[in-house]
């Protein structure tokens, strides 16, 4: 009852204000005992709406620790279905979620760790189209998206609606951090105006990320809502925090407004959502293989001539720690180590390069045919298509 | 001038692996023109075909972006720190 806390309902206002139970108060006890939070900002939590793009590595966290904290109003954008590679660091998820939406499992395990709170579902990409509607009801959007058409998207759409954009992203061990589209700060843009073109830059998927990096990340994004929603201490509006795991280090770097921005500057030229695929330059929904076509075989039709007992060179262009995983017995060179070992290739030979997934060896069947090999094949989806197809014992990584 | 010159983890495959290079220069623009002649690969990871520093990449003078100093020609001091930092996008 409101009685109990003393807060009483502002005069002339319609709802009675927020007000706590007896349950909550025990709940939060150790935020109402700081006077940084206190009644008035555990109150102040109750009543926000915090929209969370993204229940993966970024968005588990930080989900957790505001659905812990109190905030009263979750919103949960995913379309993704859980897998086994997820469980290494999302940690929203369980074994037994395998397979099953993000979204449901998501919000079955908020709602378990606080029934006090409201979880508003998205089961949705989030696209241009349906952007601003998603987000018009919130007071906060965090990015925990994985792709920077998403990324530029959230931004512009924050600045759009004015609504802060607490942002995080991660790559390997290391991790950025700041708050984007505060009044008088910078947005996304004013740090990279544009995107890196695709290919150049690997995803988590294609470069891998320790699985508490994310945690961690999330973690301070959640720190920095938190601290939004009470309006207390100092955020990282205007500032770019660093994080480095593997050296544990963080750094702070000076985020300046860019007068100039197309989307927050004096004069802006985006002033409605774009087409964000087409922005970082991607159509369809991944980022194509950039190289050219190479001649290709198919992990069946390779397997038949070698149990056929045809003379083939296999060359397998992953790096030693993945041939450590799993491997088809080739020789192994390193992409990146191929122009100086070429001299390892014997060009009269046929030869089958391979990798995970059939993009490096493309690669690298480009670049030999450029050094003059003829007899040389792709196989076509790597190790990946070859476990599919041929050998299910091979395991996939 | 002995500055150091941080890599980013994206980039440190074209870099040595190294995390970070120690440099003679007296401005931004020598001491990555140093760095990508000492790393051939680095140089299309960090500038366009037009030459410019691709808009996907910030490079700092110890915080300050060299984008509101004097860009290239920004000068170093002895033990200044150059930090390249790029966009990464991940989050699952």
Same mark, same amino acid.
């Given at each position: ?52 793009? *993204? ?41 037994? #979620? ?55 998207? +959230?931004?512009?759409?924050? +600045? ?24 008088? *700060? ?30 961690? +990340? ?7 809502? %938190? ?26 770097? =000076? ?72 491997? %088809? ?16 290739? #014997? ?17 690298? +069947? ?12 792709? %196989? =076509?989806?790597?190790? %990946? ?13 | ?92």
């Amino acid at each position: 009852m409101a009685t109990k806390t003393g807060i009483p309902a502002a005069p002339g206002t319609e709802k009675p204000a927020a007000a706590l139970s007896k349950e909550e108060i025990l709940r939060y006890s150790r935020h109402l005992i700081m006077p940084e939070v206190g009644m008035e900002g555990q109150l102040k939590l109750k009543q926000a709406k915090v929209l969370a793009i *993204g229940t993966g590595g970024l968005g588990a966290p930080l989900g957790l620790y505001l659905a812990a904290a109190g905030v009263g109003r979750i919103g949960l954008v995913d379309f993704d279905l859980v897998d086994f590679t997820n469980l290494q660091r999302q940690i929203l998820f369980s074994t037994s #979620d395998v397979g099953r939406p993000k979204i449901e499992a998501a919000t079955d395990r908020l709602r378990s760790l606080n029934p006090e709170i409201q979880i508003d579902h998205f089961e949705t990409r989030l696209t241009s189209e349906n952007a601003l509607d998603i987000m018009k009801e919130y007071d906060i959007v965090v990015d925990g998206t994985d792709n920077f058409p998403t990324r530029y998207l +959230v931004n512009d759409a924050c +600045v759009l609606l004015g609504k802060p954009n607490v942002y995080g992203s991660i790559f390997r061990f290391e991790g950025q951090a700041s708050i984007f589209g505060a009044p008088g *700060g910078p947005c996304y843009r004013c740090l990279y105006p544009e995107p890196p073109p695709p290919g150049l830059v690997p995803s988590c998927a294609e470069g891998g990320v320790l699985g508490v990096l994310p945690g961690i +990340v999330g973690a301070i994004q959640a720190a920095e809502t %938190l601290k939004l929603i009470i309006g207390k201490g100092e955020h990282l509006i205007g500032r770019l925090l660093l994080f480095d795991a593997l050296a544990m280090r963080f750094r702070e770097l =000076k985020l300046r407004k860019n007068p100039d921005c197309p989307v927050c500057g004096a004069h802006p030229t985006v002033t409605k959502l774009i087409d964000y695929a087409e922005f970082c330059g991607i159509r369809g929904e991944e980022a194509p293989a950039p190289q050219a076509t190479v001649p290709e075989i198919t992990p069946r039709d390779l397997k038949s001539r070698l149990d056929r007992g045809d003379d083939l060179f296999i060359l397998d262009v992953r790096e030693p720690h993945e041939y450590q995983i799993c491997n %088809l017995g080739g020789h192994l060179i390193p992409l990146g180590d191929l122009s100086r070992r070429v001299s390892e290739l #014997d060009s009269s030979r046929e030869i089958v390069a391979h990798c995970r997934s059939g993009k490096r060896s493309a690669e690298a +069947v480009e670049f030999l045919r450029q050094a003059g090999f003829r007899k040389i094949w792709n %196989l =076509k989806g790597g190790i %990946l298509a070859w476990s599919d197809e041929v050998d299910p014992s091979v395991p996939k990584y | 001038m002995a500055v150091k010159v941080i890599i980013p983890t994206p980039l440190r495959a074209y870099a040595g692996k190294q995390e970070s290079v120690e440099l003679q220069a007296a401005t931004v623009g020598e001491a990555l023109s140093a760095l990508t002649s000492r790393f051939g690969e680095l140089k299309k990871h960090l500038y366009a075909d037009d030459g410019r520093l691709r808009s996907f990449v910030n490079v700092y003078v110890n915080d300050e972006d060299i984008r509101y100093l004097q860009k290239d020609q920004t000068r170093v001091r002895e033990g200044d720190t150059i930090s390249i930092v790029p966009s990464i996008a991940g989050g699952s």
